[in-house]
């Protein structure tokens, strides 16, 4: 049966206005609509029954009852095959309604903005749109259903295909696709709500669409999919797919950096930073601070730059084997000497990302998830001058470096140890089962990479538990500390640094990182 009556009611009008002009000009497919979708349709020249007059009942409380009537929903619902069905929508003058375009209320946008109240989120929660898809839906066999404009197309091509009817396997994916939509829209909903209101927090929703395969997970022998909307987030200009471990690394380098303002390169190896280096000049001098630290570690690793990458920066790397280079762009020189390492991935970090990253961390747990606030914000920075614990304090140039250092170990895994200067890290200690042992492996590090460790500033990621791991980097040559306090035995490593005319601020806060 060919469709005659379409209902047309979206907030997302892309696209709308030459949907419906297909489906009047070339179907002769009557259009019902309500509110401003009605009026644009209206300023396009077509005809439009008001949802109003189709059911003879007005749009009640600012518009929140409107499509809510049995002459929509019985038209939408009643089985086209069943005789009893019928008679039963004839008896009630009930007309069937063989196509829905609807989209929804913008709740996710809504809520995504700043300062967002309770009140505007509430009053953008959709009740009719996502009732008449789900009755659509439900009765795909005979009704067409369409919540996304990127489907008006293949919407049309079918009717023309199908003399102004639509396959039942097209009916069938659309009203897929809807149940998948209502589900996110439903779980958006509810986990906004319960983190206004903790005491509804006792159910955490999540529905999300494959954005890919990957190349596999850990190993090759474990299969990995990706998804929600990475895409949006990052885009991969050339390399081979992705793999699990290429997502963690290029989520754990991205986030790196934003921690930096001023031009920064960093190089990362299994999620840890081996090097991070700044220059207010050159990109490619950056990149030298960073590398120095560690020349080994970057071998099949990943750099990120929070500037476009250079050319000159693009030949140096083209020197070495590298996974993945992220960068918010690509110059174009850059791109052409990199573009012949066909297996480098290059990833370009879109501005997506900096609303992403403010979305809660999510990790498996036996028998289901755990649900985290992301650690966004570098803490305890703001005023250190008044955070000094020792005798000395420090100087302007140790503050410098604390500062760099701070936002260093905050991407390191625990225990973390990072000695670094007011531009570059000197020599960094990651995972060690005691933070003595992680400042051992900073030490042995920068050693390796010929770096003096005299004057520097080492930062711990959590608070020194006994004065061994601080002695040892006395011992290397820093000369001030930046950690979080809180140990019983701080006067212990308080009186270490003070023995050794070390200056030293406790922030105040930690940041752990498994």
């Keep these: 049966m060919a469709i005659t009556r379409a209902l047309l009611s979206v907030s997302d009008k892309t696209g709308l206005v030459e949907f419906a002009q297909a489906l009047h000009e070339e179907f002769a497919v009557e259009l019902l609509s309500t509110g401003g979708t009605a009026a644009a349709l209206r300023e396009a020249g077509l005809p439009v029954l008001d949802v109003a007059e189709y059911t003879g009942a007005p749009e009640l409380f600012e518009g929140r009852?409107?499509?809510?009537?049995?002459?929509?929903?019985?038209?939408?619902l009643f089985r086209r095959d069943s005789a009893e069905h019928l008679q039963q929508a004839k008896e009630n003058g009930i007309e069937p309604i063989d196509l829905v375009v609807v989209n929804l209320y913008p709740f996710e946008e809504t809520v995504a903005k700043e300062g967002v109240?309770?009140?505007?989120?509430?009053?953008?929660?959709?009740?009719?749109?996502?009732?008449?898809?789900?009755?659509?839906a439900k009765n795909a066999s005979a009704v067409t259903v369409v919540s996304d404009p990127r489907d008006y197309e293949r919407v049309l091509e079918d009717l023309r295909a199908h003399d102004g009817d639509t396959s039942l396997r097209?009916?069938?994916?659309?009203?897929?696709?809807?149940?998948?939509?209502?589900?996110?829209?439903d779980a958006a909903i509810a986990n906004f709500l319960g983190k206004c209101d903790q005491g509804t927090a006792g159910?955490?929703?999540?529905?999300?669409?494959?954005?890919?395969?990957?190349?596999?997970?850990?190993?090759?022998?474990?299969?990995?999919?990706?998804?929600?909307?990475?895409?949006?987030?990052?885009?991969?200009?050339?390399?081979?797919?992705?793999?699990?471990?290429?997502?963690?690394?290029?989520?754990?380098?991205?986030?790196?950096?934003?921690?930096?303002?001023?031009p920064t390169v960093a190089i990362l190896k299994h999620t840890n930073p081996c090097g991070v280096g700044q220059d207010d000049e050159?990109?490619?001098?950056?990149?030298?601070?960073?590398?120095?630290?560690?020349?080994?570690?970057?071998?099949?690793?990943?750099?990120?730059?929070?500037?476009p990458l250079t050319e000159d920066l693009a030949r140096v790397i083209a020197e070495i084997f590298t996974d993945v280079i992220i960068a918010p762009d690509f110059e174009p020189e850059a791109r052409a000497v990199l573009q012949k390492k066909k297996n480098l991935r290059l990833m370009k970090m879109n501005e997506a990302y900096q609303q992403a990253k403010k979305e809660p961390l999510i990790r498996s747990a036996p028998g289901g998830l755990m649900v985290m606030d992301r650690d966004h914000t570098v803490m305890g920075l703001d005023k250190l001058e008044e955070k000094v614990v020792t005798e000395r304090p420090p100087?302007?140039?140790?503050?410098?470096?604390?500062?760099?250092?701070?936002?260093?170990?905050?991407?390191?895994k625990s225990n973390a140890i990072v000695f670094a200067s007011g531009d570059r890290t000197l020599g960094i200690g990651a995972g060690q089962m005691s933070r003595v042992d992680a400042s051992r492996i900073a030490v042995r590090k920068a050693e390796e990479a010929g770096l003096s460790l005299k004057g520097s500033v080492i930062a711990s990621d959590a608070m020194f538990p006994f004065a061994d791991g601080l002695s040892a980097a006395?011992?290397?040559?820093?000369?001030?500390?930046?950690?979080p306090g809180g140990s019983v035995r701080d006067e212990e490593v308080i009186a270490a640094a003070n023995g050794a005319g070390l200056s030293m601020v406790f922030t105040g806060h930690r940041h752990f990182r498994h």
């Design 65 to 76: 009852v409107k499509t809510l009537h049995p002459k929509v929903h019985g038209g939408l």
């Design 117 to 136: 109240t309770l009140e505007e989120a509430i009053e953008n929660i959709d009740i009719g749109g996502p009732s008449m898809l789900r009755s659509a």
């Design 170 to 185: 097209l009916r069938e994916e659309l009203a897929t696709a809807v149940f998948r939509r209502t589900a996110d829209y």
């Design 203 to 262: 159910c955490f929703s999540v529905s999300l669409p494959l954005d890919r395969d990957l190349r596999y997970g850990d190993n090759p022998h474990q299969k990995a999919r990706l998804y929600g909307d990475f895409s949006s987030c990052f885009s991969q200009l050339q390399g081979k797919e992705l793999s699990y471990t290429n997502v963690l690394d290029i989520e754990a380098a991205t986030d790196l950096i934003l921690d930096f303002r001023r």
């Design 282 to 307: 050159d990109l490619r001098a950056a990149w030298q601070k960073a590398f120095e630290t560690d020349r080994q570690a970057p071998f099949g690793g990943v750099i990120v730059t929070n500037r």
């Design 395 to 412: 100087t302007e140039k140790e503050l410098e470096a604390m500062r760099f250092g701070w936002r260093v170990v905050k991407h390191v």
């Design 474 to 483: 006395i011992e290397a040559g820093a000369t001030a500390c930046i950690q």
